[in-house]
């Protein structure tokens, strides 16, 4: 199981997020794939925002559902 994740000059601790926030970024040009702009809170109370390609968004996310099974 991948615990960490590096994401755009930041590596983070799976572990350690509380909760991921996200939402769609409406550009003004058109784009060939669709941008989220998410928000990492950890548990020590940091928050960390990055903007991720669709691709890296679905990967993030399939990524964080497998540590919080793991948790169970």
Known sequence: ??????????????????????????????SDTEQYSLRFHLRSGKCFTRQVQQTQFKDIKGKYKEILKGEE
């Open 1 to 30: 199981m991948i615990k960490y994740l590096r994401l755009n000059q930041m590596v983070l601790d799976f572990t350690e997020v509380e909760c991921i926030e996200w939402k769609r970024v409406d550009e003004e040009f058109s």
